[in-house]
């Protein structure tokens, strides 16, 4: 009887010992030495992961962790995607990560005023999407932000989320749009929008800039803005390169706004939410010209004279910039 309590004791301890020594596996520091990662495919099992798991040096006692698994009730289909572990990671924050489906997003930034061309190039580069871009999005289609994506997530994906966030800012800026304003319909506010994001980078400088081209077209003038004449020569392909000659503002390309009145027929970019806002509720004044000031900025006149004094201005600091070297 003695004997049989001894080793039911002995029993009690070592069980005992070997719960603790499977929780100190569980919960001390891991193998890995920098972050690592795995990729988890869609529909597989905790046994999957496991084994990948091991594999890239996250864990390096699998059945301790498949032990831990069982317990918790973690055994499960897990959610696909990336999962990135700190160094050091111990099972027990490895489980954790894992059964809270922590995937990596990833970030795609795609900033105001790029040309569809330019931002399908970008989609295309980027690393951890997947698939080759079948639709092919129209000139203004796509809304510059940031995105989050999941390892894997397909390119066309990507697309059709721009596209959706430009027709929900442009719906909702053609809503609110001012009642005077001279523009038929939403997709003429693109196209102006578009206009106004390639004329400026400054924020308090779109609504005025916008408040120009609506006058101009009040009055049946000519926009005359070098980005359209651009858009005509590169086809949103590229950097023009060089600056605007004489002879481009006479091409005869149907972007052209100094040969054509009204709007050109497409948007020659991307246009931001700041610049769709700027279109539909432009600043109202009398300014019918505006030129580039050298500080990034622009000098707005209302009458041709003053403009052309302006002009001269513009050219002379431009000369200045560039025995400076700095253009």
Known sequence: ?????????????????????????????????????????????????????????VIDHPDVFRVWVRILGADRRVKAGEYRFPPKVSQ???????????????????????????????????????????????????????????????????????????TEALDRAWAGRAPDLPLRTKREALVLASIVEKETGKPDERARIAGVFVNRLRRGMRLETDPTVIYGLTEGKAPLGRRLLRKDLKTPHKWNTYVHRGLPPTPIANPGRDAL???????????????????????????????????????????????????
């Open 277 to 327: 806002a700027a279109a539909v509720r432009p600043m109202k004044h009398d300014e019918l010209y505006f030129v580039a000031d050298g500080t990034g900025g622009h000098r707005f006149s209302k009458t041709y004279r003053q403009h052309l004094r302006d002009v001269r201005k513009w050219r002379k600091i431009r000369r200045r910039l560039e025995r400076e070297g700095k253009r």
């Open 92 to 166: 027990r924050e490895a489980l954790g990560i894992v059964i809270a489906g922590r995937t990596v997003l990833r970030r795609l930034t795609v900033p105001e005023g790029l040309t569809t061309w330019q931002i399908l190039e970008r989609i295309r580069q980027t690393p951890g999407l997947s698939g080759a871009i079948a639709l092919r999005p129209g000139e203004g289609a796509l809304m510059p932000d940031t995105y989050l994506f999941a390892k894997g997530e397909t390119r066309d994906g990507i697309v059709r989320r721009m596209q959706a966030a430009m």
């Open 1 to 57: 009887m003695k004997w049989a309590v001894a080793i039911l004791a002995l029993s009690i301890l070592l069980a005992a010992g070997a719960v603790g020594y499977a929780f100190h596996l569980y919960t001390r520091p891991g193998p890995l030495q920098a972050a690592g990662s795995i990729d988890v495919p869609k529909g597989v099992g905790m046994d999957r992961v496991i084994r990948e798991m091991a594999a890239a040096g």
